[in-house]
């Protein structure tokens, strides 16, 4: 069992940065894929971006290609999610998972574990 908390949600805006954060407890996720996943009330979850489990390999939604970047520090068993440049469009509730898969991550499919989301709005 893996559980995720995400932190470093807020108020910010537009043209500003936040760094979100999610850290794993329960089993080490440094042999599991990660990802970020967005949400706006009434839509489905949004891929926003996955790095593989050695960080070697990441993938970004077009929407947030060139201003988020995701990294992971495995010995702090922690996924990392930075946003900069933000626009009013970013605004949504902000999850990370975590998932044993071999592909890309771009799928929600893909993870099987989740965390219980941070909000992000964006102010203009």
């Known amino acids: 069992q893996v559980l995720l908390v995400e932190s470093g949600g807020g108020l910010v805006q537009a043209g500003g940065s936040l760094r979100l954060s999610c850290a794993a407890s329960?089993?080490?996720?440094?042999?599991?894929?990660m990802g970020w996943f967005r949400q706006v009330s009434g839509k489905a979850r949004e891929f926003v971006s996955s790095?593989?489990?050695?960080?070697?390999?990441?993938q970004y939604a077009d929407s947030v290609k060139g201003r988020f970047t995701i990294s992971r520090s495995n010995n702090k068993n922690t996924l990392y999610l930075q946003m900069n440049s933000l626009k009013p469009e970013d605004t949504a509730v902000y999850y990370c998972?975590?998932?044993?898969?071999?592909?890309?991550?771009?799928?929600?499919?893909?993870?099987?574990?989740w965390g219980q989301g941070t909000q992000v709005t964006v102010s203009s």
């Open positions: 790095i593989s489990w050695n960080g070697g390999t990441t």
């Open positions: 329960g089993r080490s996720v440094s042999s599991f894929g």
């Open positions: 998972a975590a998932g044993r898969y071999t592909g890309t991550g771009f799928s929600d499919t893909d993870y099987d574990y």
